[in-house]
């Protein structure tokens, strides 16, 4: 917690993070913040406290971009929403307004806080390790909700390297080494000694450095841990292609590592009592139930496809012949109708088919005459809420009201008696 006083409060909206409508709030100043602000994306710019005075900080070049995401807190028992830069400036948005001048109370979420440095200090050590022992340099990074990825510079990582990283940083974690942080004048001349992508064009007053003791120097926006003893664990998930020859390694550290443990025993134990065996037989018991369900889906679409042949067998051995065909069923699927209209022939007959749940979506198919499949495609596809295309005498598509079948049905009987009075 931290006191300290509103400077500004001004009307603005906020737009959500997962899209939708804007929030109406209102952007808050304050004399000085223990909130870190989002650095807005791929933003190489670093943020380093510098001193009372409102809300203010220095922002040093990062020798990576340092997109970490942005705390939150309450002022007073005002929720901060979000926390952005403008200029020196952090922004607080809140949902209620905060009169100027009034001395208050800023809490921080820890919980988030401390994930953020556990995740942002492991990616400095993976990136300083990466690049010592295989010369794998870190070209970006992203700290995501349930993972951080690093994006080294290298087409490719075997499993190998993978796991002498992995025990490396750990090794390094055991040992306790501190993590310091320095702020410089810009103009000193040990700051050309610390690796960085130059002073962003908004840089205000000194630049900071996150020095991880004998592995890694490097001017840093972001909230670190005081000792690597604090990220307890990391653990590398693997490597995945990135862009333009380069690749993503994906790593959980310190708290990640204890939830992730979490979850993958209750799926675990979730799976033991479904399968009735234990985690060592689970991926074989699963393997035999997918070729059994493989084995399943053959014989019920060879099923299908006999029920489709009787069906048409049916209607044609029938004395009289009828020029309109309807037919429903829950069970099917495009070739069980296709089927249908191949075994009656659809010169002289029209066929309308549907396949799926009466209050759901589903198939259908028109099929007969070319000249009234062309006519009336488009027109039974609107009468059921669905879309479709034909050619050659055949229409078919997706249906979303499959319970206007009747009012198809009565369409094509119209058409068909103006077609033929006499039928």
Known sequence: Q????????????????????????????????????????????????????????GAGGADVPCPQPDDRGLIGDVPVLRVTRRGPEALHFV??????????????????????MQQHSGQHLISAIAEQMFGFKTTSWELGHQRTVIELDTPSVTAEQVEALEKSVNEKIRDRVPVTVRELAADDPEVETVRSRGLPDDHVGPVRVVDIKGIDSNLCCGTH?????????IKLLGVEKGKKNKTNLVFLAGNRVLKSIEQSHSTEKALTSLLKNGPGEHVEAVRRLQSSVKLLQKNNLNLLRDIAVLIARDFKSKPAPRQLFVLHRKEGDSEFMNIIANEIGTEETLLFLTVGDEKEAGLFLLAGPVEAVENLGPRVAELLGGKGA?????????????????????????FLSHQNPEA
């Not at 949902?95 to 953020?116: I, Q």
């Not at 841990?225 to 664990?233: F, G």
Request: contains cysteine; positive net charge; proline residues 5%.
């Open 95 to 116: 949902p209620a307004a905060l009169e100027p001048g009034a001395e208050v109370l800023l809490s921080l979420d820890w919980e988030r806080r401390f994930d953020h």
């Open 2 to 57: 931290f006191t300290t006083r509103v400077v500004s409060c001004r009307a603005a909206e906020l737009r959500p993070e997962g899209g939708g409508e804007p929030v109406r709030g209102f952007q808050v100043v304050l004399e000085d913040t223990i909130l870190f602000p989002e650095g807005g994306g791929q933003v190489r710019a670093g943020l380093g406290w510098a001193g009372p005075g409102r809300g203010r900080f």
């Open 225 to 233: 841990v005081s000792n690597l003893s604090d990220l307890q664990v």
């Open 390 to 414: 034909g050619k050659r005498g055949r229409f078919q598509g997706k249906a979303a009201k499959m319970s206007r079948r009747g009012e198809v049905q009565a369409l094509l009987q119209e």
